[in-house]
């Protein structure tokens, strides 16, 4: 019981004792914090790498395996910060072909809008024009709440709220029609947790737009040498 | 203090989600179905036993006026250890508890036990203390959770196929069972809280009249 204790405050020596008291919170402070930076560098390649192989698992649930013939993940371009699919980063996008023939784009997207900060999304979007599927990559939504955009936390396993995306095009959804029903568009968001829901629809509404714009010029691009 | 003490203070006597009542804000946002409960509980038992070890290491290191602050660097630090080592090296643990570890630095409990028993105890007995607060945190979370879950959906263990995939959510009510929103959103768990909060104190005070009655027995019965 001998520890921390309050000292006794002597007039003279409180300034000593506010200096060494803050001479110890800055070693503290240093110490963590070197612990903190330590542990980040040693865990920064083994998280990059568990990303990377999740995002891999995530292009064969947005795109299936028969919908494309060539070596997807060479087919690969980057292109710069793209604001209509709410990125500020480059990002990479995917080019599916079968039989050498434009099939489909893999895209990366975000919605910056989300509860609770960014959400990012990756998607299919035929080259016909209509999303094949959109998967959730990662979001800090309220679990239990707004997580249901996530198909893995989606409690309706038949028919999970992320689907609904599949197969729609500008052709079946007109484009002023891409928003959450409160706010008067097609999609349906669950009671109680629109924020999340309305974030997602409206970044996937953008993306479409951005692929089918772009489409011509995405696949036409010559690809970049595959990491 | 023995270490059956301690057990008994965690699990019962000083419960925190019951008793003490701190932890209110991850207590009342998370525990809307058991597998979000569990998790966020297990959770919480690594950082507050992590936590209140290294505080209890450390203590005589720390001048009494900076102890808040330096518990509170101690604990975040120790906090974003653990979520980027469970990141890297236990990825698919961290994708069903990943969002619950930020979480915890909001849970004042994790303050308070650092403060009231890892300051002034030894690094295994304050280790116990913080498993044994966060194990009491937990069944609470997990009844909580069950409670809700159960009420608003009509299902137990939503979810817990990112735990065993192999398992799958128990439907007890009928499929068309409309769901009850209030019970999972936080209304709820203020609610169900306080029915929890109710039959603890129920329980404890039938235990003391039960004391009483018998004391006054022994003494009726000493002088004969």
Not at chain 2, 37 to 61: D, H, K, Q
Request: proline fraction near 6%; charged fraction near 15%.
């Amino acid at each position: 019981m001998s520890e921390l204790q309050p000292h006794e405050p002597s007039a003279p020596g409180a300034t000593g004792l506010s200096m060494r008291t803050g001479a110890i919170l800055v070693v503290f402070t240093v110490a963590f914090t070197t612990v903190m930076a330590l542990t980040y560098r040693a865990t920064k390649e083994p998280i990059e790498a568990s990303a990377q192989a999740e995002k891999l698992n995530l292009i064969g649930e947005v795109l299936p395996r028969a919908l494309y013939d060539n070596a997807l993940l060479d087919d690969r371009i980057m292109i710069p910060p793209t604001p209509e699919l709410g990125l500020d980063q480059a990002s990479a996008v995917y080019r599916a072909r079968k039989g050498g023939a434009p099939a489909a784009l893999v895209l990366e997207a975000a919605a910056p809008d989300g509860y609770s900060g960014r959400i990012d999304l990756l998607l299919a979007v035929a080259a016909s024009g209509e999303v094949i599927a959109v998967r959730v990559t990662r979001h800090k939504e309220t679990p239990g709440l707004g997580d249901y955009i996530d198909i893995r936390k989606d409690k309706h396993k038949d028919r999970p709220w992320i689907t609904q995306f599949n197969g729609k095009g500008f052709a079946q959804v007109p484009a002023g029609e891409w928003h959450v029903r409160k706010d008067g568009g097609r999609f349906d968001q669950v009671a109680g947790a629109t924020i999340s829901a309305r974030a997602v629809t409206n970044a996937v509404g953008r993306a479409l737009r951005f692929a089918v714009d772009n489409e011509r010029r995405l696949f036409a691009a010559p690809g970049s040498a595959p990491s | 203090m023995s270490y059956r003490e301690i057990v008994w203070n965690g699990l019962w006597k000083q419960n925190s989600g019951i008793v003490q009542l701190l932890g209110m804000c991850p207590l009342l946002a998370m525990s809307n179905s058991v597998v979000n409960a569990a998790g966020l509980g297990i959770a919480t038992i690594a950082v507050m036993a992590l936590s209140n070890w290294a505080v209890a290491l450390l203590r005589s290191l720390i001048p009494y006026e900076i102890r808040i602050p330096v518990f509170i660097l101690i604990i975040a630090a120790l906090v974003t250890v653990v979520d980027l080592a469970m990141n890297a090296w236990l990825h698919s643990l961290y994708l069903v508890l990943g969002i619950f570890i930020p979480l915890i630095v909001t849970n004042c409990i994790v303050l308070a036990r650092v403060e009231a028993f890892a300051a002034k105890n030894p690094p295994v007995a304050s280790a116990l203390d913080g498993a044994m607060m966060g194990l009491g945190l937990t069944l609470v979370l997990i009844v909580l959770g069950a409670v809700r879950e159960f009420v608003g959906t009509g299902a137990l263990f939503a979810g817990i196929d990112m735990i065993v995939p192999s398992a799958r959510a128990v439907q007890i009510l009928p499929a068309d069972y409309p769901g009850f929103l209030v019970a999972v959103l936080p209304p709820g768990a203020f609610i169900v809280l306080g029915f929890l909060i109710a039959l603890r104190n129920w329980i404890e005070a039938r235990a003391e009249r039960r004391r009483q009655r018998a004391m006054s027995l022994d003494t009726a019965a000493a002088p004969a």
